[in-house]
C-alpha cells in the first residue's frame, strides 16, 4: 500500500511540473533566427569634401530572406567639414527582440589639400628605445584632418606603433593635435593616449607640401623612446 501511495504521489507531481513547464514556454518560440548585417566594400572609407557621399552598401539576411530594406542608418555625417565620422547600421529585430548592428568610420577630406586626409607610415621608419632600434617592418595608416585653423588633428603620432602593430587596438593609438609653420616645421599642440593616459614628451617634424610627406620624430616614455616616422599621403 505505501509503494502504491508513493508512485501516485510521484506520478502527481511529474503531471504539475510537466504542466508549469508547458505554461512558462507558452507563446514563446522554441527557435530563433537572428538578423545577420554585412557591409559591402571596407569599414573605412574615404569621400571627398563638399561632395555627396555613395554609401557602398550592405545586406542583411533574416531567415534566409533578404532584409536589407529594413536596416537604419545612423550617424551624424558632414560632408562639408573634414573629419571622422562613424555610421552605425541597425537591422530590424525578429520575433523574439533580436537584431544586430556593425560600424563604418567615413573620412570627409579635400584631395586637394596636401597635408589632410590618408598618409602611409613607412614601413622603414624606427621605434629607438633604450639604444635598441627596430623598424617598423609594414606600413601602417595615419588619418591627418585640416582643423581649419592652423591646426591638424591626428589619429596616430605613433605612427601605428601599438594600435595597429602590437594590436592592441586603437586606445593605444597616440592622438593628438600638430601645427604646420610657413616653412613647414611641425610642433605638436598636444597629445595623449587614452589606454595609458599619458602624452608624448616631445614632437619635431618637417612637412613637405610638394610631396604630401611628414618627417616626424615623436618622443615618449620620459624620453627614452623614439618614434622615427615618414608619413606618404595615400
Do not use: H
Not at 589639400?113 to 598618409?119: H, I, K
Not at 593628438?176 to 613647414?184: F, N, T, Y
Amino acid at each position: 500500500m505505501k509503494n502504491i501511495f508513493f508512485l501516485m504521489a510521484l506520478a502527481v507531481a511529474s503531471f504539475t511540473m510537466t504542466s508549469c513547464s508547458d505554461d512558462e514556454s507558452e507563446g514563446k518560440s522554441r527557435i530563433t533566427y537572428y538578423p545577420t548585417i554585412e557591409l559591402k566594400g571596407s569599414d573605412f572609407v574615404v569621400t571627398e569634401k563638399g561632395k555627396s557621399f555613395v554609401d557602398p552598401g550592405y545586406v542583411s539576411i533574416m531567415a534566409g530572406e533578404d532584409v536589407s530594406d529594413k536596416v537604419t542608418v545612423t550617424g551624424n555625417l558632414d560632408i562639408n567639414k573634414s573629419g571622422l565620422y562613424t555610421l552605425t547600421y541597425s537591422t530590424a529585430k525578429n520575433s523574439d527582440g533580436f537584431g544586430a548592428s556593425t560600424t563604418r568610420t567615413v573620412l570627409v577630406a579635400d584631395p586637394n589639400d596636401p597635408a589632410e586626409g590618408v598618409f602611409i607610415n613607412q614601413a622603414s621608419g624606427t621605434r629607438v628605445y633604450n639604444g635598441n632600434t627596430v623598424a617598423y617592418g609594414r606600413d601602417f595608416r595615419v588619418v591627418v584632418i585640416n582643423n581649419g585653423n592652423g591646426t591638424f588633428t591626428v589619429d596616430d603620432l605613433f605612427g601605428g606603433w601599438y594600435c595597429q602593430r602590437a594590436g592592441y587596438g586603437s586606445k593605444y593609438a597616440m592622438g593628438g593635435v600638430i601645427s604646420i609653420a610657413d616653412d613647414g616645421t611641425v610642433t605638436m599642440v598636444s597629445s595623449k593616449v587614452p589606454g595609458w593616459g599619458d602624452s608624448l614628451d616631445d614632437l619635431t617634424g618637417t612637412f613637405d607640401a610638394a610631396t604630401s610627406t611628414y618627417n616626424i620624430v615623436a618622443v615618449y616614455n620620459g624620453n627614452t623612446m623614439f618614434f622615427n616616422q615618414t608619413w606618404v599621403k595615400q
